[in-house]
């Protein structure tokens, strides 16, 4: 089976501009979730997606938001980019609702806001 | 607040045994697991703990006790290989529900 697949790999972008970030998951896993990674926060859960319908939210400003698609690929947005936007962005796929699922994740966006 | 603290870092040679801790701070969580993640690679799952006790995975083992709000990694037999980020995880209940909480990670060297 194919592994989480995220596009773009890497991302340049200007302060004030917005920015799409693509996640394929693992086929048959129907919940995405999106993390932000930086070397002082550490890994920071954005949100999770399952069936298409937003199941949980972490502690993010409005700027952050994400859909998945009834194929349950799943994009997020970040709007008006800030200097602190800059992070590794990482989608984690999981088969199921169970509490004790594995989270399988991709390989991340860089994103890099001057 | 939700918290997991672990050792930033640890240092220790081939072929030793190595103990990673993270004690919690969570008012309800499902369960414990731990990520691996090498330089420039993505996490990937090593090892969860739903009850307290051992959980073994060849070379790594997992602990959890609740009612000390601790848990740990054990990592046997070093390899060079083994070098990397380790992070502990819950999935929290609650007020949170569902939300995945990270530790912000130990990084293990493992010298020759």
């Known amino acids: 089976k194919a592994g989480v697949t995220q596009t773009p790999r890497y991302l340049i972008k200007t302060r004030g501009q917005q920015v799409t970030l693509s996640c394929s998951p693992i086929s048959g896993h129907r919940s995405v979730s999106w993390y932000q990674q930086t070397p002082g926060q550490g890994l920071q859960f954005l949100f999770e997606?399952?069936?298409?319908?937003?199941?949980n939210k972490g502690n993010f400003p409005g700027r952050f938001s994400g859909r998945q698609f009834s194929n349950s690929r799943s994009e997020m947005n970040v709007s008006t980019l800030e200097l602190g936007d800059s992070a590794l962005y990482l989608c984690?796929?999981?088969?199921?609702?169970?509490?004790?699922?594995?989270?399988?994740f991709g390989p991340g966006t860089r994103l890099t806001v001057l | 607040g939700q918290s997991l603290e672990q050792p930033s870092e640890v240092t220790a040679v081939e072929g030793a045994i190595v103990q990673i801790n993270c004690t919690y701070q969570t008012s309800g969580f499902y369960g414990l697991s731990w990520y691996q993640q090498h330089d420039g690679g993505a996490p990937t799952f090593l090892s969860y703990?739903?009850?307290?006790g051992l959980e073994e995975t060849g070379r790594f083992s997992s602990f959890l006790s609740r009612s000390d709000s601790y848990g740990y990694l054990l990592l046997q037999e070093l390899q060079m290989k083994d070098s990397a980020s380790y992070f502990c995880a819950v999935r929290v209940t609650g007020g949170s529900q569902g939300n995945l909480i990270f530790g912000k990670g130990t990084k293990l060297s493992v010298k020759p």
């Open positions: 997606y399952f069936s298409e319908t937003q199941r």
């Open positions: 984690a796929s999981s088969l199921s609702d169970g509490a004790g699922d594995t989270q399988y």
């Open positions: 703990n739903a009850l307290d």
